[in-house]
């Protein structure tokens, strides 16, 4: 017996749309000709489409077609939606493991129920458009209709054709080097941000990838991959994407805070952190990880912890381990993974990042403003003697690569503050074998590994202070030949690929 499916009245639809439908019925059984024919222009779009959407969601796709795009996704659960009875009967007889409705995506109402039921009653991880703004009568319309499935982690994925292609596009079709489609809504990346704002969808990353859309003897994969990313050339390739949040979703109140402070011979500072720290929610956890020290750090944690733990002196919640590895890396990873709080926050012991700044790195998060907080330390002027002068222009020259490398402006990539939620830390921890274990300092894994679970990243700016104990850890030349290999590696990681 077919799939019983909530009723879809074609005749509701508008002129257009109906001739859309119909284009799309006669053609569907030489869709995968035509994919065959252009396997080069679909293999680059599969393959940043499987990097914006890690296997194991669960993915709605609206607009799905034959359903390939989806299984490409290799989804946990994964839901499609189309309007043209031919596309969704091919799709269900290809791809059983799935689930696909009959609908139009402009009028969900009738179809949410269903389409939550499908998820266990839960809202997806990722809701994909690929293509569909293209055929949409209302794409502001549609959008909004879409946050009745959307949670506060839900991604939704916009990827469609540059409006600059339009008349190679035609070409193309006259050509016969590309399937012939109706009239299309050829939108540019400004055209599509503005929409999702106004539909009240937050963009957090726009990405154009394919210079060239067919492959060329082989040249067209190295343009693609290592000219076809720099700035400003990107900005005329075929395919744009843009990743956005929903701004309605309803966020969790009265998130607790777990305080992280790597610390190796910070003897000096350790009764300071907690001293100085704000109480800027009910329930704040601290831990000290230390990195075998030779100044008794260790011992003066222990005694912070028993002294502070006392209700006459504040009755922290205190815990202290020994690293068991090197480097801060391994001391953040050793804290977070005993971490209880909802909302992870790494404050490095030398404190000269204040620990008054925390309540802003919290409420940043707490309020939904982002979902990794990045400090920044070169936005303010900065005491006296608190960065040394090649360490200052070290700095600046990577905040500028890790804005082109993430699309997003840096300003400063190696302040040791970073805040995460225990969730996101969880999945980025589950995904970490993506970039590898590279980074013996934390900073760049857990900036990578937000820009790859498409966080909303945030810099809060700080005023940085002079250290008023011990010697900086960080070697300039060893420490910086290292960052830029881990710099070029991020590049074929996220770029190259």
């Known amino acids: 017996m077919p799939e019983q499916v909530p009723e879809f ?14 284009f799309a019925d006669r053609i569907a ?34 607009g799905c077609g034959d ?35 009959h609908g139009d995506v402009e009028r969900l109402a009738p179809l949410v129920e269903r389409l939550l039921a499908d998820n266990g009653g839960r809202p997806y991880d990722v809701i994909v458009l690929s293509d569909t703004v293209g055929y949409l009568d209302d794409c502001q319309a549609t959008l909004e209709g879409l946050h009745g499935l959307c949670g506060p982690e839900t991604r939704v994925v916009v990827a469609y054709y540059s409006s600059l292609w339009e008349p190679i596009l035609r070409l193309g079709e006259i050509a016969k080097l590309k399937m012939r489609q109706p009239e299309v809504n050829y ?34 994969t190295v343009i693609n991959r290592f000219i076809g990313t720099l ?20 966020r969790p109140a009265n998130l607790s805070a777990t305080v992280l402070v790597p610390c190796r011979n910070e003897k000096g500072n350790i009764e300071s952190a907690i001293t100085r720290l704000p109480r800027f929610c009910e329930d704040i956890e601290v831990i000290y990880v230390e990195g ?11 005694r912070v912890r028993d002294h502070y733990a006392r209700a006459e002196n504040g009755g922290w919640d205190i815990k202290v381990f020994k690293q068991p590895g090197k480097g801060k890396a391994d001391a953040v990873w050793t804290g977070f993974d005993q971490a209880r709080g909802d909302i992870l926050m790494i404050l490095d012991a030398d404190l000269t990042m204040p620990p008054e700044e925390l309540p802003k790195y919290y409420q940043a998060i707490a309020r939904g403003k982002g979902e990794f907080v990045n400090g920044s330390r070169l936005v303010y002027p900065m005491e ?26 840096f300003t400063d990539t190696l302040c040791g503050t970073k805040v995460i939620t225990r969730k996101d830390y969880e999945a980025l921890k589950e ?18 590994g937000a820009a790859k679970l498409n966080l909303r990243i945030v810099e809060v700016p700080i005023r940085y202070a002079d250290r008023t104990y011990g010697e900086p850890q960080i070697s300039r030349f060893r420490d910086g030949w290292l960052l830029l290999k881990m710099v070029v590696f991020a590049w074929r990681k996220l770029k190259a690929f």
């Open 431 to 448: 995904g970490r074998s993506y970039f590898g274990d590279f980074d013996p300092f934390g900073d760049f894994d857990l900036i990578f």
């Open 67 to 101: 359903g390939e795009l989806l299984a490409a996704l290799e989804p946990k659960i994964g839901v499609g939606v189309d309007f043209s009875d031919k596309m969704v009967e091919q799709a269900r007889a290809q791809h059983p493991d799935l689930r696909f409705h």
């Open 292 to 302: 075998n020290s030779s100044d008794g750090t260790f011992e003066e944690c222990e």
């Open 187 to 220: 939108l540019g990346a400004k055209d599509v941000e503005t929409i999702l704002a106004l539909a009240d969808f937050e963009p957090i990353k726009t990405e154009w990838r394919q210079i060239v859309p067919r492959r060329l003897l082989g040249l067209g």
């Open 231 to 250: 700035p400003v050339i990107r900005r005329v390739a075929l395919r744009h994407y843009v990743v956005a949040r929903s701004s309605r979703a309803v």
């Open 9 to 22: 009245d074609p005749s509701a639809l508008s002129p257009r749309k109906q001739a859309i439908r119909e």
């Open 384 to 409: 006296k003697g608190a960065m040394r002068f090649l360490n200052y222009w070290a700095n600046r020259t990577f905040a500028l690569i890790f804005s082109f490398l993430l699309n997003q402006r």
């Open 29 to 62: 059984d030489e869709r995968a000709d035509w994919r065959a024919r252009n396997a080069g222009y679909y293999q680059d779009d599969r393959a940043y489409m499987r990097f914006l959407v890690p296997p194991g969601k669960t993915v709605l796709d609206l």
